[in-house]
């Protein structure tokens, strides 16, 4: 084995870092996940502007998630303002979430976890000797763009989100010429889904805690409580009594942990194990074509659990353009006032946690915002310490693969986090 394993930049992952083994006497003694980009201080940016700001601003922290950050940002400042949201105007919120889970879930499930499962470099060499299954993917992707175009003014940072619900009402006729295009994008999310079920899954296996949103009558991404596998229901408001953000000197992120100090895990597979109830008809018979029920404790399997929220947003997307009818104002009136609000939503990658406290002349006096990938960062090199005893005999290729793999089944948005890889085994 070399004494050291080093990779300039993890491929197909979102943003820059490193990983760091530290082994002494055949024995791992020291893991650091680093994480090297340069803080973004958006919480810094908030504080001082008008709150109706707020939205436009949160979508730039990522070009793959914003609709998650505009509709946390939106959403907790409605609460602290005392804002009620009419209903069509709550239906094109989850809306647009679902083109943003579709085109986030397929870029990942093909282009950046699918080639290590399928033997590929990349998507470039997949497309090779798999053309077709690119083109759909490419095509499955756009459709969740295009529904993000519609809705937000453009598929990338969307701008028509306010607090009180939209600058201007979606075109209802440019929503149902989208209908066909959903259609046939739920087939070839539930031949995703067949496809994703044949993937040979290393065998890893955690007993993780699980947190995620939670609704009774839904499969919850835009609102409801907070459910951990290990402690319950909690309220949004009690995010941070529970869950809390610590420094550690090797990187820019913070590092969450629950109050007894470990670890928890947020993303698909946390939605999929406590949310398989509430999934709608045509992602219960799929999972139950293929044998899927819960619990998961494979993290690579969160891809299987993306495919299947693939399909729920598809089906989703059918159901709520068929029911859309705006009438009256895009956005409720409402009185500047004092106030702090928290909210938390699901980006595609876990939960997101939003809190503001605004003056009477609505300014941001102050602002916290908890992302996904920060999330699990402490989860990630728990893992990290369970798999790297396994690959320290492999041959550095094969070592390096395995580290990168494990982490890219989170698929960590690096960028959001900082508020990987170069890979990096020393041998004492």
Not at 191 to 197: F, H, L
Not at 219 to 239: K, M, P, Q, T
Request: hydrophobic content about 40%; some cysteine; charged content about 20%.
């Amino acid at each position: 084995m070399p004494k050291t394993i080093h990779v300039p930049a993890m491929a197909r992952v979102e943003g820059e870092g490193a990983l760091y083994i530290g082994v002494e006497g055949g024995s791992v003694k020291e893991i650091r996940v680093d994480i090297y980009e340069p803080p973004r201080f958006f919480e810094g940016f908030l504080r001082g502007r008008f709150f109706q700001d707020v939205p436009d601003i949160t979508a730039r922290i990522c070009g793959i998630c914003p609709v998650a950050y505009q509709m946390s940002s939106v959403r907790a400042l409605e609460k602290a303002l005392e804002v009620a949201v009419a209903p069509q105007a709550h239906l094109m919120r989850n809306l647009m979430y679902c083109g943003e889970f579709i085109e986030s879930h397929v870029l990942h499930m093909y282009m950046l976890q699918g080639p290590d499962l399928t033997g590929h470099e990349s998507a470039l060499s997949l497309a090779e000797v798999a053309p077709e299954v690119v083109k759909t993917a490419l095509r499955m992707k756009k459709i969740g763009n295009h529904l993000l175009r519609i809705i937000g003014g453009r598929s990338v940072h969307p701008v028509n989100a306010c607090v009180g619900g939209w600058y201007s009402w979606p075109d209802k006729a440019e929503l149902e010429a989208l209908l066909p295009d959903l259609t046939w994008g739920l087939e070839q999310a539930l031949a995703s889904v067949r496809w994703a079920n044949t993937l040979p899954y290393p065998d890893f296996h955690v007993d993780y805690e699980f947190v995620a949103m939670h609704k009774g009558d839904e499969y919850a991404v835009l609102d409801g409580h907070i459910l951990s596998s290990s402690h319950g229901l909690l309220s949004e408001e009690d995010f941070e009594e529970h869950y809390l953000e610590k420094h550690v000197e090797h990187s820019n992120a913070l590092h969450s942990y629950d109050k007894q100090g470990q670890p928890y895990f947020v993303g698909p597979l946390a939605r999929l194990n406590l949310n398989f109830e509430q999934l709608a008809d045509t992602a219960k018979g799929i999972a139950a074509e293929i044998g899927l029920a819960p619990p998961m404790t494979n993290p690579y399997r969160g891809l299987l659990a993306r495919a299947i929220e693939v399909v729920e947003m598809y089906d989703r997307a059918i159901t709520l353009i068929e029911l859309y009818d705006p009438t009256g104002p895009s956005a409720a009136e409402f009185m500047l006032q004092a106030g702090q609000g928290a909210a938390a939503t699901e980006a595609p990658r876990g939960l997101l946690y939003h809190r503001y406290a605004v003056d009477a002349q609505g300014m941001v006096q102050d602002a916290k915002i908890v992302p996904p990938t920060a999330q699990n960062l402490g989860r990630m090199e728990a893992d990290l310490w369970k798999l790297a005893p396994s690959v320290l005999e492999l041959p550095h290729e094969e070592a390096t693969l395995a580290c990168e793999h494990l982490l890219r089944a989170y698929d960590p948005c690096i960028s959001c986090a900082t508020h990987f890889l170069t890979l990096e085994i020393e041998q004492y």
